[in-house]
């Protein structure tokens, strides 16, 4: 959602990739107005696929990859190699920490370590205060999980919020809906910024640090204040929802599925006890079931912000200890290599958020393994984005494009954002979006410096983002769970993706002109 320097590949991570990046072909195939046109009606195969055909968009980047070449006139064998190269350097690679990172977030969520977080730190804030927590919450739990699994988690949590406060459901949810997004796409480990990361070579500790200074005023923003003008545009209550789906107390492993009802006579939350002060919250965390013990609120920010502080110490070694043989350097690597800094934290969970939660070792495992089929999609999608990235390259539109993009003069970090909107209004994928753009800007990374090869990534990231709208699965997500009708999300959850990528990008600009 960089792994390596301009220079050399940080710990040995992904040098497959790596080396894709800074190969060209020896030769076009045909000219450059043939090349362009391959381009063209490659991206176009893969958007009709998804979106008329319905087609799921492994199969779409797998045909838009064979239009491309057989357009390009490269060899049948040529573009299978080619698709074959791309796909499986993609999968070795970020495949392995989009894998350890839904385990870190199966494990929050079995364990009960997510709604712990919740319960302790909206139970400290008054109304007023809420929507600052939920966007801040939604960070927090964004870091590991994954948009959809989020909105699971956090539905049920405004529902209740807004029941006790009184407050209406987008001065909740908006706040948390934008933490949820603006992490999952611009910073890692979420599968778009990883992928990105690996396809135009970048660093990934600079990333992951100018992702975090960018995404928290883009979180403010977009969150608690824009959800006071949504609120106006669309003024929902918790008494309006009738039939809204809510998984509560998941994560205390007690399995409990709840609908959230209008709120008239009986309900399964008493709505009377609505407060000036904040109350207390206990519901938000579910009974546990027999034998299990509830995690603690340090151990489960622990999980989530392991990883993450490993990385950022290694960007920051690298900024301050610029000699690379240095002993401290060669060891803070190591650990900020993000394989490594990920797989501490899954041990970390194992033991603190596993088997300190009542698990047995059997339990343990077998959530661990259940974080995996739910992930077996979105792994296949990014490798076949590396596969159609590949054919690119390898047909030698990305030098046709870095001519033009130089002799127009246009901003790289600006044709990366456009290339990356364009993309997700048509196929209403952020991960394709990403995929797609990293790979046609992809040959002008050598133009640029570590820092704004960085920020490269994250331009893409904000453009993938781009007004959600119906050809989105996102889209009818938070339609369904907020009860919402077409037109009211797209006044309230179209419009905060699109203030993310402007509002985003517009920080990315700024950031490059003093780095």
């Given at each position: 959602m960089t792994l390596s320097t301009l220079t050399a590949v940080p710990s040995g991570l992904m040098p497959a990739v790596a080396r894709l990046a800074d190969e060209a072909p020896k030769e076009p195939y045909a000219g450059d107005g043939q090349l362009v046109a391959a381009c063209l009606l490659g991206i176009l195969s893969v958007v009709l696929l998804i979106t008329v055909v319905k087609l799921h968009p492994f199969l779409s980047l797998m045909l838009g990859s064979a239009v491309l070449g057989a357009v390009a006139t490269m060899p049948a064998g040529d573009i299978v190699d080619s698709f074959t190269t791309g796909f499986g350097s993609t999968t070795g690679s970020v495949g392995v920490l989009i894998a350890l990172g839904a385990m870190i977030g199966k494990m929050l969520e079995e364990s009960g370590g997510a709604n712990k977080i919740v319960s302790t730190l909206v139970g400290r804030v008054g109304p007023n205060g809420l929507p600052w927590m939920m966007a801040a919450i939604a960070a927090i739990l964004g870091l590991p999980l994954f948009f959809e699994v989020g909105v699971v988690l956090l539905v049920p949590v405004v529902i209740l919020v807004a029941r006790r406060t009184g407050l209406s459901v987008m001065k909740i949810g908006i706040p948390a809906l934008a933490g949820l997004s603006v992490l999952h796409g611009l910073v890692p480990p979420h599968p778009g910024p990883l992928t990105a990361i690996g396809l135009l070579n970048a660093d990934l500790g600079r990333t992951l640090l100018y992702g975090i200074i960018v995404a928290i005023p883009t979180v403010i923003v977009a969150g608690p204040v824009l959800a006071r003008f949504v609120d106006r545009?669309?003024?929902?209550?918790?008494?309006?929802?009738?039939?809204?789906?809510?998984?509560?107390?998941?994560?205390?492993g007690s399995g409990r599925t709840t609908t959230a009802t209008r709120a008239s006579g009986g309900t399964a939350v008493d709505?009377?006890?609505?407060?000036?002060?904040?109350?207390?919250?206990?519901?938000?965390?579910?009974?546990?079931?027999?034998?299990?013990?509830?995690?603690g609120f340090g151990s489960a920010?622990?999980?989530?912000?392991?990883?993450?502080?490993?990385?950022?110490?290694?960007?920051?070694t690298k900024l301050l200890v610029p000699d690379e043989e240095s002993g401290i350097r060669q060891v803070v690597d190591v650990f900020g290599t993000p394989v490594v800094a990920l797989l501490i934290a899954v041990i970390f969970?194992?033991?603190?958020?596993?088997?300190?939660?009542?698990?047995?070792?059997?339990?343990?495992?077998?959530?661990?393994?259940?974080?995996?089929?739910?992930?077996?999609?979105?792994?296949?999608?990014?490798?076949?984005?590396?596969?159609?990235?590949?054919?690119?390259?390898?047909?030698?539109?990305?030098?046709?494009?870095?001519?033009?993009?130089?002799?127009?003069?246009i901003s790289v970090l600006l044709l990366g954002w456009l290339v990356a909107v364009l993309i997700r209004l048509g196929t209403g994928s952020a991960t394709v979006a990403t995929i797609t753009a990293a790979g046609i800007v992809g040959p002008l990374a050598s133009t640029l410096t570590t820092s704004h090869l960085a920020?490269?990534?994250?331009?893409?990231?904000?453009?993938?983002?781009?007004?959600?709208?119906?050809?989105?699965?996102?889209?009818?997500?938070?339609?369904?769970?907020?009860?919402?009708?077409?037109?009211?999300?797209?006044k309230s959850w179209s419009v905060m993706e699109t203030v993310i990528s402007v509002v985003g990008f517009a920080l990315v600009m700024l950031l490059s002109l003093v780095v």
């Open positions: 545009w669309v003024p929902k209550h918790v008494e309006a929802l009738v039939g809204v789906p809510a998984v509560v107390g998941s994560g205390a709505h009377e006890r609505k407060r000036d002060g904040m109350e207390d919250l206990d519901d938000l965390e579910a009974p546990l079931a027999a034998g299990r013990r509830r995690v920010i622990v999980a989530i912000t392991l990883p993450v502080v490993l990385m950022l110490i290694d960007a920051i969970c194992y033991f603190r958020l596993g088997l300190a939660s009542g698990m047995s070792r059997s339990q343990v495992s077998g959530t661990f393994g259940a974080s995996l089929p739910g992930i077996a999609g979105i792994i296949l999608i990014v490798a076949a984005g590396g596969g159609f990235k590949q054919t690119l390259v390898d047909a030698g539109v990305g030098n046709v494009i870095k001519d033009w993009a130089t002799g127009v003069n920020l490269l990534v994250l331009a893409i990231g904000c453009g993938s983002l781009f007004f959600s709208h119906v050809n989105d699965a996102g889209f009818w997500l938070v339609k369904e769970y907020f009860g919402l009708t077409v037109g009211e999300t797209i």
